[in-house]
């Protein structure tokens, strides 16, 4: 199996992204290759974005993983779970990649540890076993950046050709904690603003200039 990532910028903006969840995902996949792209037609810049390439590139590879089980009919959390649970050897390059910010063998099996973690206690409070009534489905994610673990399950339902979240349920291990309620309103706000950008219309720009300017033109997602 080829791990073959290929991360895309915008001219001037070459970070690869050492800390994104596929290289936790694939630490000892010795078929591996990342490439950079540069791209210079992009309208937003990933400034735009809060957490920069955080999230863009977190979704890709979620998203990658996802068809991955669907392909091989596969739990997508235990396929996340088998891929982490690879074992990690130290390797020659270990100092260099400490330096570079990928991590030394030592750090990335404590970070797949930590995110086994997190998915372990997902799938113990959203009930990720039970069975689904008829209409209804369900989804997962993994992300780590800069020390945070975070995973989430989301359920959603099909009626009447509409389609409803019904609940989100996340566990984060951002480490200690000074104010809870900082941390519950960071991750509710950023579920809010996430699901704002999937429900509503894209944003345009039109001459260079972003046509949405406040909450009257691009509304964040509210309670049915």
Not at 173 to 198: K, R, Y
Request: hydrophobic letters at 35%; proline letters at 3%; charged letters at 20%.
């Amino acid at each position: 199996m080829l791990w073959d990532t290929v991360i895309t910028s915008g001219n001037n903006y070459g970070y690869i992204g050492r800390n994104m969840i596929m290289d936790y995902y694939a630490a000892n996949t010795p078929h591996r290759r990342t490439r950079h792209n540069e791209g210079s037609d992009q309208v937003l810049l990933p400034g735009s974005w809060r957490s920069v390439d955080a999230h863009p590139m977190t979704l890709a590879c979620e998203c990658f993983v996802d068809e991955v089980a669907v392909k091989i009919k596969k739990d997508p959390l235990e396929l996340r779970l088998q891929w982490l649970s690879n074992a990690v050897t130290a390797t020659k390059s270990d100092n260099a990649n400490s330096k570079s910010g990928s991590g030394s063998s030592h750090q990335v099996k404590e970070r797949q540890a930590l995110l086994k973690n997190v998915l372990h206690q997902v799938r113990k409070y959203s009930g990720w076993d039970k069975a689904l009534g008829a209409n209804r489905g369900k989804g997962i994610s993994l992300s780590y950046f800069y020390g945070t673990y975070v995973s989430q399950v989301a359920y959603i339902s099909y009626r009447k050709n509409k389609v409803s979240i019904d609940k989100i349920v996340c566990v984060v291990d951002c480490g200690l904690v000074i104010n809870p309620n900082f941390v519950e309103s960071q991750i509710e706000g950023s579920i809010i603003w996430s699901l704002s950008a999937v429900i509503n219309p894209s944003i345009k720009v039109v001459a260079g200039r972003v046509v949405q300017s406040n909450f009257h033109d691009y509304p964040a997602a509210m309670r049915a």
